[in-house]
Structure formats: structure tokens, C-alpha cells
């Protein structure tokens, strides 16, 4: 291999003039017949090709590649992504220079997060308020708020028509340049919905039933469900202001979902879906004491486990924790390194707020993010001690979580005692995500 071909595998390539790179890009275009354009900062290669007929390519057939060397350019990626098959359409930001490429699937996600959005506002004004400064909204998701219907959680999901208008969009509502209703909003990706292939859904006889009140009991929900057929709810578990009906039988929880969709239970209009099973593969255990703790939770508040059921919406994330040096088996492994501190290299503040989730690797910074996100106070934490049989002082936190917005208040403690303080406050914030 050349010198120079050497250099450009390790992301070391020669420096090029303007002049040999736009000769090298227009000899690329003059080859292979792709037009070439750059818009909204980024330039696209193709889309569709030439002599291309029929729609373009369905979802699930893009790449996302990232840590692209900054002075590599399309005619030498091009080749390179060839060998995999023919090129629809590239279009090239830069970034991450002298790193090893990644890729990964591109997720064609039409979904916005908007967090931090006043309680009082209506579905209504939220989509008409998305419409007047972003294209393409089709629908605005809002939840209401556990305690008082009348509310809402602070948070929706916006829906767009593409995964362009929805990342142009992204960039519209950049926080500080709009403030809808004089709030300074959160702006982020929502993670897909989960997709569950339809043989599996066939063989679901659970319903996730949503927007109860917090007062309404197990009891309560299962006589309602009884109602239109004696006898053929097996059980139900609540947990906060959703839960899960079982039936005997899957035809059973078909036609209860048809005929309660929509019902009045204590005051609250419910909504009723069948429940998504749980890649057990893919859900966390941690085995702390010869135990194992119940499957994550997804940290907005949806559900994402109990008896292989879950509904997700939002922002889901699995909860890698580790106690007692171990690591949960099935969490995704946060990528722990670090990188040489070159002088010269300029370091920008800011909040660990605007961070993603995957860049916390602990139970404790995940429910002070979540508890940010939702515009509540910052979690407290009251820590109690007690002696075992064998004379070890054990410990436990109980968690405090207060809603600014409306002055409640809920605790949460697990039943699980811990030998560290460290462990002891992961576990307790663990159990409160849980929960939530």
C-alpha cells in the first residue's frame, strides 16, 4: 500500500487545495452521473440516482456513519460504501477526525421530544404552536399529568411527516432561539417506538391501560373490565396511573380493548392498548443479595415491564447499573474510555443537561436528569441504618421527589438493604426510576 493510501486509512490523508478537491468531487460526478448539492449544511451525493425509477428506499435502509476523518471527502468514501451495494443517496457532515469510523443503522425517526412546556397547555395549543414555527407536524402525543387530569406532564412528542422535517425541525427549536409561551423549551430526539413483530403481537393477552387515576384500585379496574364478560380477567397490576390487565383468554382482551377504549373509570377517560411484550434479552437484571430486580423501567414514566408487557412512547432507556463490581448482563455497555488531553484543544462549558442519556452510567444521575427533564426539584435523599443478625451495619435511602409545579410529593424506598452508602444510594434511585 502507498504511502498515502496509508495515511488516508488512518484517517491521516494529504491536505488538499480547494481546487483538487472540487476537481476530484466534479471527475466523481462526471463518473458515476449523481448530481451533487449542498444545502442546510450538508452536501448530498445523489438522491435518487440516475436513471432511478420507483419510490425511493424504504425505512431501514440507511447507515448512519460517523467519525469520519474531516479532510476525507466523497470521492474517496464513495468507493468504499459501493463495495456494500449501490448508493441511493449520501450526504456528508464531518466530524471526529483521525478516529475509526462507526455505523450503525440509520434510525428514520419522525419523532421530537419537547420537554419543559407549561402544565396548563392543551393538545391543541401545543400543535398549533408547533405548526407555526416548524413544517410538516402531523400529530402532537400529551399525557396527562398523574395527579390532576387537567394537566400535563410537561412534556409531548411531536410527530412529523419525515425524518427531514423533523431534524429541520430539531434545529428550528434549538432552546433559546424559540420560546413558546415565554418558556425556554428542552428539544430532543424521542426514541422509536418499539416495534414488535405481528406473530408476537397475535399471542398478547395483556392490555396496557392508561390515564388512570392514582386513586383507582386493582379492584376497582378489574371489576370494570369484568363487566362486559364475567370471569375473564385473570389479574391486574397498577402501578401509578397505568396498568396491566391479564386475561384468561387472548379473544378475551381483544374485545374488553374495543369496548373499555375510552371509558370512564373514577373520573378519568382511559386509554387501552394491547401491552408490547419485553425482549427479555434486552431488559436489565441485576442480582444484588441472590435476588433479581424487576425488568427497567422507561425513564419518562411509561411502562416497560411487568409480566412481559409494555407500552413505550417516549424516551426509553435501559439502566445499566452496577452494584457490588458487577455489571447488569443484558444493559448496553456505556462506552467508558478516555482520550489523550492534547494542548490547544478547546473545551466548551456546558450543562449536563443538554447530554443524552447514554452518557450516564449510574442510577443516581439518570433520576436527577429525569427529574430535571420533568421540571421537578432535585431528588433527596434521607439515609437510615440498622444492624443484621451478624452485627454488619446496614443501610438504605429513602428517596423524596417533588413536582414544583404542583407541590406533590411521593417517597420511595427499597426493600433491599446494602453494606455501602454507594450502593445503598444507587439501588434507592434505581427503585424510585422504577416507580416513577
Sequence with gaps: MHEENKAAANGCGKIRSGAQNGAALLALMEKTGYSMVQQNGQRKFGGPPPGWKGPPPPRGCEVFVGKIPRDMY???????FERAGKIYELRLMMEFSGKFIGVCVSLDNCRLFIGAIPKDKKK????NEMKKVTEGVVDVIVYPNATDKTKNRG???VEYESHRAAAMARRRLIPGTFQPWGHTIQVDWADPEKVVDEETM???KVLYVRNLMIST?????KAEFNKFKPGVVERVKKLRDYAFVHFFHREDAVAAMSVM???CIDGASIEVTLAKPVNKESSWKQHFNGQISPNSENLLGFPNKEDGSQK?????ASLPVRLNGQHSPGSPEVERSTYSFFPGI???PISMYSLKLNHFSSAVMHLDYFCHKNSWAPPEYCLYSTTSQDGKILLVYRVLISSIADDSQSYFMPEKLCTTVEDAKELAAQFTLLHL
Excluded at 391543541?124 to 400543535?127: A, C, R, S, V
Excluded at 384500585?217 to 379496574?221: A, F, G, S, V
Design 312 to 316: 413505550s412512547l417516549g424516551k426509553p
Design 155 to 157: 412534556f409531548a412528542f
Design 217 to 221: 384500585t386493582e379492584d376497582k379496574i
Design 124 to 127: 391543541e395549543e401545543i400543535l
Design 346 to 348: 478547546k473545551l466548551t
Design 202 to 204: 397475535q399471542r398478547v
Design 261 to 263: 377504549n375510552g371509558k
Design 74 to 80: 466523497e470521492d474517496e468514501l464513495v468507493p468504499v
